[in-house]
């Protein structure tokens, strides 16, 4: 059974940093894209960041400079740095697999990311 197990969120003000993590297990982890998906109340689910096998890396361009994705292959571990949060970074952070950067074949219960003063 696959499970893919997110930690990290919180809340957060303005300006400051979150580092996400997500573990996996049940899967080969090195054969599998990894990233996050987030979702806004009222607002459609939105790819945040993929990186490949190989490690090559897809940012939206709302979190491009701001946002840094990498994995630990020995780890079976992803994680999502998050430097200057804004409040329309508010959201959950979801932590998706697949066998292509779309991220489409497992994914994760969610955390959630708060940023407010």
Known sequence: QVQLVESGGGLVQPGGSLRL???A??????????????QAPGKQRELVAAISRG???????????RFTISRDNA????????NSLKPEDTA???????????LLDYGGQG??????S
């Open 21 to 23: 993590s997500c573990t």
């Open 25 to 38: 297990s049940g899967l080969i982890f090195s054969f599998y894209a990894m990233g996050w998906y987030r």
């Open 55 to 65: 490690g090559n890396t897809n940012y939206a361009g709302s979190v491009k400079g």
């Open 75 to 82: 780890k079976n571990t992803a994680y999502l740095q998050m």
């Open 92 to 102: 959950v952070y979801y932590c998706n697999a697949g066998t292509t950067m779309r």
């Open 111 to 116: 955390t959630q990311v708060t940023v407010s």
